[in-house]
């Protein structure tokens, strides 16, 4: 995600983009890749969310990462707390297949049930 919030960062994405990255640079960011591509959700929730009987778990990991890491708490309360009520309710959620469905080894059910704590 890139988000530029003023000019200058909007300038620094556009420099960024001007020379290509380095076959060096690219591996880099492949093995940065590989090491933490099970810290974050990948967004393909139609194989989670199908597994969890209707907790829309992509997008609650995404609220989750808009509060943990960009450090923007109220916005993702407030998103969290828009969904509708069967869309938290995890009581009734199958985290564990949810979990299962996930090709990333994400701790699915974990970081859901810390999303409702840290959001509703």
Do not use: F
Request: aromatic residues 6%; hydrophobic residues 40%; contains cysteine.
């Amino acid at each position: 995600m890139s988000e530029m919030t003023n000019r200058d960062m909007l300038r620094e994405n556009i420099a960024a983009t001007r020379d290509p990255i380095t076959a060096k640079e690219a591996r880099l960011l492949e093995e940065h890749r590989q090491r933490t591509s099970n810290l974050y959700c990948h967004g393909c929730g139609h194989l989670c969310e199908t597994a969890a009987h209707g907790v829309p778990v992509a997008t609650v990991l995404r609220y989750l990462r808009y509060y943990e890491a960009y450090g923007k708490r109220q916005e993702a309360r407030a998103l969290y707390q828009a969904l509708p009520a069967q869309a938290r309710d995890l009581a009734s959620a199958n985290l564990a297949a949810a979990e299962a469905a996930c090709p990333y080894g994400l701790p699915v059910a974990q970081l859901v049930q810390i999303a409702d704590r840290r959001m509703s």
